[in-house]
């Protein structure tokens, strides 16, 4: 998922406030994850 389908996501997230925070965090760092992953591969 790339970082403009995961700002997608975030958007239309449903609850609000600190769920919604929380929701996005996880996402992101899942996306971080991936892309040093691919870093470290090449």
Same mark, same amino acid.
């Given at each position: 998922?790339?970082? #403009?389908?995961? $700002?997608? !996501? &975030? /958007?239309?997230?449903?609850?609000?406030? &600190?769920? /919604? /925070? %929380? %929701? !996005?965090?996880?996402?992101? %760092?899942?996306?971080? &994850?991936?892309?040093? #992953? $691919?870093?470290?591969?090449?």
């Amino acid at each position: 998922m790339g970082l #403009t389908a995961l $700002a997608h !996501f &975030a /958007r239309d997230l449903q609850p609000l406030g &600190a769920e /919604r /925070r %929380a %929701a !996005f965090e996880e996402l992101l %760092a899942a996306q971080l &994850a991936q892309i040093e #992953t $691919a870093i470290h591969r090449s």
